[in-house]
């Protein structure tokens, strides 16, 4: 069934089909009768799938990653869908428009997405205020919500640690966890705040800020796939000393080597941007084992890249992953992503 929907949205622009789904998606969950449904198919109720992951307890282990959900205007219907958790933004600190459209391309034959999206988002004060609304109005109905923060285009890298610590205290009251974006290619500079000097003043900063809260919450890092190995054992060496609560690995990519060379030329032609989807799994699994050695598996990880079935979500939770997000498979596989993999990882736990 699924196959026949998405190739008639398919027929849309990306960002247009997505507005359109997520709209009929919400429109759907408001019917309370339909919401109950959905919610008692999708969701897969089941002792062992739960985790206690960085001191939050989430109902399964697959999650929406950011840019998804980048406003945070659909979290309640995700967790109609069995997402334990979703991490929205990227936020920063004034609201941005982001790149200039088209910004993302479909690649049906790889199921892969190219994006150069730009952190186009409402802004700190706007997300917020609707956080706070949802919870106030949801209360315990829904799922951990992460925050995924990032500086402004506008906003020069010396600055950048100002910006991560404006979205961190803007939205601490109503974020489970936090997530530091220095790691997406289509904001001009970004990848050089990964070098370690940067990274550690960016860090150091926002753990300062969370030192003075009332309550502790867990701090993770995304990174690239695209990292030298020097830069990832900096990483390492960052995340065990300061410490971090957890890492992201990891975001897109700006290579184009995982697609075939047969229309490589094609590709070029879109531009710019982060290559997302199967593509990116095996690489992603690389970098996953790589990190997960070196910090002796003391610091939990979230998977992320390439993720479609839940033998792919197995693979990252193999490779040294605690838990898993998907964004590009849910274009490709459909709502019940996240039925399927927590399915099938409930299988194999209780074989």
């Not at 949205?9 to 960002?15: I, V």
Request: charged share 20%.
């Amino acid at each position: 069934m699924y196959p026949l929907i998405r190739s008639i949205f398919f027929r849309f622009p990306p960002e247009e089909a997505h507005h359109i789904a997520m709209k009929m998606l919400q429109t759907a969950t408001g019917i309370s009768v339909l919401n109950n449904v959905m919610a008692s198919y999708f969701n897969i109720d089941d002792a062992s799938l739960k985790r206690t992951v960085f001191g939050l307890e989430f109902s399964n282990p697959v999650g929406i990653g950011a840019g998804f959900d980048k406003n945070a205007e659909y979290i309640k219907e995700l967790k109609t869908l069995g997402f334990g958790f979703v991490e929205i933004g990227t936020v920063t600190p004034l609201a941005q428009p982001g790149n200039d459209k088209p910004r993302i391309f479909r690649l049906p034959s790889d199921k892969a997405l190219i994006n150069r999206m730009g952190f186009n988002n409402e802004g700190v004060d706007v997300i917020a205020k609707r956080l706070i609304s949802l919870r106030n109005k949801e209360k315990k109905n829904l799922p951990i919500i992460g925050s995924n923060i990032g500086k402004n285009k506008v906003t020069p890298n010396e600055d950048a640690w100002k910006d991560y610590v404006k979205c961190l205290n803007g939205l601490y009251e109503c974020s489970d966890y936090f997530v530091v974006n220095v790691s997406s290619p289509n904001t001009p500079g970004l990848r050089a705040l990964q070098e370690k000097d940067a990274l550690q003043q960016i860090l150091s900063s926002l753990i300062n800020e969370i030192q003075k809260k009332n309550i502790r919450k867990p701090l993770l890092l995304k990174i690239a796939p695209d990292l030298t190995l020097p830069q990832v054992d900096d990483v390492i060496e960052l995340s065990l000393s300061l410490p971090l609560d957890g890492l992201v690995v990891s975001n897109t990519t700006i290579e184009r080597q995982p697609l075939p060379n047969t229309y490589l030329e094609q590709v070029d032609k879109m531009g710019a941007g982060g290559l997302s989807g199967k593509p990116l799994l095996q690489r992603s699994n690389e970098l996953l084992k790589y990190i997960s050695k070196g910090t002796k598996g003391t610091i939990p990880i979230i998977g992320s890249g390439g993720i479609f079935t839940g033998e792919d979500a197995q693979q990252k939770l193999d490779s040294g992953a605690s838990l898993i997000q998907v964004w590009t498979g849910f274009i490709y596989e459909g709502p019940a992503i996240a039925r399927k993999i927590n399915k099938y990882l409930r299988s194999t736990l209780n074989a």
